[in-house]
C-alpha cells in the first residue's frame, strides 16, 4: 500500500515549457487535490477533482489544468511555464470531502522554472 | 470567507520545554479544525484533528483543544523533543465544502 505517490520528484524547466506532474493512489479514495506549497503562504488549492472524470477549479487555477481520467490518477499540467510556478508541488486525496476526512498528502514535486 | 491565521515562527525551544503554537480561525458554520505536521523534505501528515466544539485532538503527545468561543484551535505538547522539529500547519475544513484552508505554518526547532 504506496498511499499518495507523485512523479516527478524534481524538475527544472525553461520559460515556456510544458510538462506534467503525476499523482496516483491506491486508497480508492475519490477526491483528489493540487496544491502548491511557496514561503510564507502555506498551501494554496490548485484544482481538485471530487471524483473520476471531474475537476473544478481551486484558489489558484491560473496557468495549470488538470485531468481525472482515471480513479487512481489525477494529473496537472502546465502548459506554458513561467518563473512564478516555481514551487514545490503536492498531490492529495481523501475519501470524501466531508468535515473530519483526512487529506493523504503524497512527498511532492519540486518545480523551478528557469 | 474562511482563513486561518497561526504564529509566524520559527519557534525556537530546547528539548524537553512546553511547546505552544497559537492558531486562529474565521469560518462561517461550524468547521472541522486539523492539525498537520511536515518533516523536513516530506509531505503533509495529519497529527490531530477535532469535529466539533469543545473536542480535544490528541496524538503523539500533542493535544489541542477546538474552542469555538475564541475561534481557537491552539497546539500544546508538554515536553518537545529533538524529533518534533517540523513546520505544524493549522487548518480548517467547512462544512459543505470540500476544500481544507491552510495557515502560513510554523517552524520549531528543538535542539538538544
Known amino acids: 500500500n504506496a498511499g499518495v505517490t507523485q512523479t516527478p520528484k524534481f524538475r527544472v524547466l525553461k520559460t515556456g515549457q510544458s510538462m506534467t506532474l503525476l499523482c496516483a493512489q491506491d486508497m480508492n479514495h475519490e477526491y483528489m487535490y493540487w496544491y502548491r506549497q511557496d514561503p510564507g503562504m502555506g498551501l494554496r488549492l490548485i484544482h481538485y477533482?471530487?471524483?473520476?472524470?471531474?475537476?473544478a477549479k481551486g484558489e489558484v487555477p491560473d496557468g495549470y489544468n488538470v485531468s481525472r481520467l482515471k480513479k487512481q490518477n489525477f494529473l496537472l499540467g502546465l502548459e506554458s511555464a513561467a518563473p512564478s510556478q516555481t514551487s514545490v508541488y503536492f498531490c492529495?486525496?481523501?475519501?470524501?470531502?466531508?468535515?473530519?476526512?483526512?487529506?493523504?498528502f503524497g512527498p511532492g514535486t519540486r518545480l523551478t522554472v528557469l | 470567507g474562511n482563513s486561518v491565521t497561526q504564529m509566524e515562527g520559527p519557534v525556537t525551544l530546547s528539548e524537553e520545554a512546553f511547546l505552544t503554537i497559537n492558531c486562529t480561525y474565521t469560518?462561517?458554520?461550524?468547521?472541522?479544525l486539523f492539525w498537520y505536521v511536515q518533516y523536513p523534505g516530506e509531505g503533509l501528515q495529519l497529527l490531530l484533528k477535532a469535529t466539533k466544539a469543545d473536542d480535544k485532538g490528541s496524538n503523539k503527545g500533542f493535544e489541542a483543544t477546538y474552542r469555538k468561543e475564541t475561534t481557537s484551535f491552539h497546539l500544546e505538547k508538554g515536553s518537545v523533543q529533538v524529533s518534533d522539529s517540523a513546520v505544524y500547519f493549522c487548518a480548517l475544513l467547512n462544512t459543505g465544502f470540500q476544500k481544507l484552508v491552510f495557515g502560513t505554518g510554523t517552524r520549531l526547532l528543538v535542539s538538544p
Open positions: 469560518a462561517t458554520g461550524y468547521p472541522s
Open positions: 492529495a486525496s481523501s475519501a470524501t470531502g466531508a468535515g473530519g476526512n483526512e487529506q493523504f
Open positions: 477533482s471530487v471524483g473520476e472524470g471531474t475537476t
